[in-house]
């Protein structure tokens, strides 16, 4: 075993010996104060590049999510919810572990993962005596860098760029399903891929939002992203036909995915009818379609890219459906599920909190601590850094590395070479918490939401307050590790050869930056 591997594990059972022998009077998380509650199966579902404002139940004008706005009916509807990250490696790490991504020094940056010194959400649920397992057709999500707590976990597919495997990655889940025991409670998060660029939906799902298909779409990649600066010169944008097409390929493709759940919630259902059941509905991130300058996610933290649906729904807690309009970020869903489940234990390193799910449930007034900011945040260093603090609808945006629509263009078909170059240390990343290349301040609308930037002379207030609320958060943000040490730390395992790729599946998968 490589030293570097013998750290990792030593780390890891040391912290399982500090967890184990913490003392009587600390609840571990073997503790349990309500044991109906902890044999509740739950059904954690993510879904990929799904902004809130693309989904019915959330207002959206096309009816692309028939299942989850009739599950939304006996739900909580949570109306202000923000993932940590704009990334999904950064923030799958984040909800799983209920802390943001730059509170663990593993967890930013392209290679983000789990923390190994970090008791997991997983891994809390299997010390409560629940099976866990993790099902993804997102090819990023490595087994090595999120396994850390599932017994089972399921990579789909290894190559980027393939829509529609969501179909599959249900059959798969259902087929394990019927493997399990059905006495022992079960802990699912199923990260679903579809929504996810290039957008490319089974023809049916387009014509469900259109008499017919326009013959001519832009790719994307190379076609879009890279010459984005004349496509707008050229009028490209809401309105025009193909920008029009690629929002509602992006849709159809959130259609196919309520399908997909559709069906895995009616099977389960029928599979667990032994069961009491919680299923969380969510997104990693959401998706920018021009509203702020650029296109997909990862690029910037703007609210179309951080606002996520979050629904979650136990009918036999309550039946009743209930928006909630407190800021919540995904890092809560931790602390959560297990106050929700009745375990005592808790980690003080959480960042999130137990939201009172059962007082809402029941409409009763609860609001959250006045002096909460949620933080999103984003550390690409061949894109950008930065991070964003939401306060009562104010977003204060604090950028240490900031591309214009030119070199958002740029940069994406250097990816590969930019990311080779920050790993092999030939460039310098900027630290995290370096001075800002600058900042931005948005005042909130009438609903809540950030929307009008205000200029340096308006709000001082506000500006100083998120300033000093910036710093304070730099000054306790431990040493990240880079990409290239979590590589030599934490390598991937060694592959079996893989076929050869036809040279259009070697184009997409390059213009895509995966590289
Ligand atoms: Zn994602």
């Not at 996520?308 to 599920?337: G, K, N």
Request: contains cysteine; glycine residues 4%; aromatic residues 14%.
């Amino acid at each position: 075993m490589p030293a570097s591997m013998k750290s990792i594990f030593l780390i890891f059972f040391l912290s399982l010996f500090c967890f184990e022998c913490s003392g009587a009077d600390v609840a571990s998380p073997s503790n349990r104060e309500n044991n109906n509650s902890v044999s509740s199966d739950i059904f954690f579902i993510v879904i990929d590049s799904l902004r809130a404002d693309h989904l019915g139940v959330y207002g959206y004008h096309r009816d692309t999510s028939p299942f989850i706005d009739e599950i939304a009916k006996q739900s909580l509807i949570f109306d202000k919810a923000y993932s940590a990250s704009t990334y999904t490696c950064e923030s799958v790490s984040a909800i799983l572990m209920g802390r943001y991504p730059s509170s663990t020094s593993w967890s930013t940056g392209w290679r983000a993962q789990i923390d190994p010194t970090v008791i997991t959400l997983p891994e809390s649920l299997k010390n409560q005596g629940y099976t866990t397992l993790l099902f993804t057709d997102h090819p990023a999500l490595e087994e090595q860098m999120f396994g850390k707590g599932f017994d089972y976990v399921k990579v789909l597919t290894k190559q980027f760029g393939i829509s529609g495997n969501g179909v599959k990655l249900v059959e798969e889940i259902l087929k394990h399903i019927n493997t399990l025991e059905k006495e022992k409670p079960i802990f699912m998060y199923v990260h679903i891929y579809d929504p996810h660029e290039p957008y490319e939906p089974p023809p049916s799902y387009y014509l469900r939002f259109d008499d017919k298909i326009y013959p001519k779409p832009l790719r994307l990649y190379d076609e879009i992203r890279f010459h984005l600066p004349e496509l707008v010169q050229q009028g490209f944008g809401p309105g025009e036909v193909r920008f029009e097409d690629l929002v509602l390929r992006y849709d159809a493709e959130i259609a196919l995915t309520d399908d997909s759940l559709k069906t895995l919630y009616n099977s389960l259902k029928k599979l667990r009818a032994n069961k009491n059941a919680i299923w969380l509905f969510t997104a990693d991130h959401g998706e920018e379609f021009l509203d702020h300058g650029f296109l997909e996610h990862a690029w910037r933290l703007y609210l179309e890219t951080i606002h996520v649906p979050l629904i979650i729904h136990a009918p036999y807690i309550s039946s009743q459906s209930q928006r909630i309009e407190e800021e919540v970020s995904l890092i809560d869903m931790f602390p959560t599920l297990l106050s929700l489940l009745g375990v005592s234990w808790t980690d003080p390193q959480w960042d999130g909190i137990a939201l009172p799910l059962t007082d809402w449930w029941k409409g009763e007034k609860k609001e959250l601590p006045q002096e909460r900011v949620i933080f999103s945040e984003l550390y690409l260093p061949s894109r950008t850094i930065g991070r964003s603090l939401i306060k009562k609808g104010w977003q204060y945006l604090n950028w240490q590395q900031w591309l214009t629509w030119q070199e958002c263009s740029e940069y994406a078909q250097k990816q590969k070479q930019l990311r080779e170059e920050y790993i092999s240390g030939k460039r310098q990343p900027r630290s995290f918490c370096a001075e800002p290349e600058f900042e931005e301040l948005l005042i909130p609308n009438e609903k809540g939401f950030p929307q009008k930037f205000a200029d340096k002379t308006q709000c001082t207030e506000m500006w100083n307050y998120f300033r000093d609320e910036w710093k304070k958060w730099c000054s306790s943000r431990p040493v990240m590790k880079t990409d290239k040490e979590k590589l030599e730390l934490n390598p991937p395992p060694q592959e079996e050869p893989k076929r050869e790729m036809s040279s259009e599946e070697k184009e997409k998968i390059t213009s895509g930056g995966y590289f």
